[in-house]
Antibody
């Protein structure tokens, strides 16, 4: 059974940084592409970033490009999202998600429960 | 970016009803479409990928069809646990983009 458990959310001031983690279990992490998707309060969903199974290929939404970095640690079966220069527009629940394919281009198959990031002074 | 437009935005139905939700892409996405369900305060749950392939563990009353720009999600016989919001997303091209959602409510 796929389990994805996000952590690292919280309240942060504008301009600050935060790193989210997603502990993965129940599947072969080293074979799966992984995504971060976010949902602002009362809003729709916004895809944030994807990383291939081996970390060699990444893609980002324009809204976070240059500020956010997706990465993974195969030894810990953990996905990360380093978020820098945060603004109020980054306030959202952040979901970790597993792709159906190792490349990250197979569609999202499984989702974590999400972690809330609030950017506020 | 590819725009995804869902219709209707909300829908009232009863247990046992057959329900159809539509998603239209602003350009050809072949069959690179996922349907997923979200309940308030809960994580999304993927139902369909590749426009018509059932995600593991999803009941067979859910089905998807379509290719190119027009897609449908059908629930053949609505169950009480199916009242939720449904979204589509396209993964043909980055950035992945989402429909705005269809809220399925009890009549």
């Amino acid at each position: 059974q796929v389990q994805l458990e996000e952590s690292g959310g919280g309240v942060v001031q504008p301009g600050m940084s935060l790193r989210l983690s997603c502990a993965a279990s129940g599947f072969t992490f080293i074979s799966s592409g992984m995504h971060w998707v976010r949902q602002a309060p009362g809003k729709g969903l916004e895809w944030v970033a994807v990383i291939s199974y081996d970390g060699s290929d990444t893609h980002y939404a324009d809204s976070v490009k240059g500020r956010f970095t997706i990465s993974r640690d195969k030894s810990k079966s953990t996905l990360y999202l380093q978020m820098n220069d945060l603004g109020s527009e980054d306030t959202a629940v952040y979901y970790c998600a597993k792709d159906n394919h190792g490349s990250g281009s197979g569609g999202i198959g499984d989702w974590g429960q999400g972690t809330l990031v609030t950017v506020s002074s | 970016d590819i725009q995804m437009t869902q219709s209707p935005s909300s829908l009232s139905a009863s247990v046992g009803d057959r329900v159809t939700i539509t998603c239209r892409a602003s350009q050809d996405i072949y069959t690179y479409l996922v349907w997923f369900q979200q309940k308030p305060g809960k994580a999304p749950k993927s139902l369909i990928y590749g426009a018509s392939s059932l995600q593991g563990g999803v009941p067979s009353r859910f089905s998807g069809s379509g290719s190119g720009t027009d897609f449908t999600l059908t629930i053949s016989s609505l169950q009480p646990e199916d009242f939720a919001t449904y979204f589509c997303l396209q993964y043909n091209t980055y950035p992945i983009t989402f429909g705005q959602g269809t809220r399925l409510e009890t009549k």
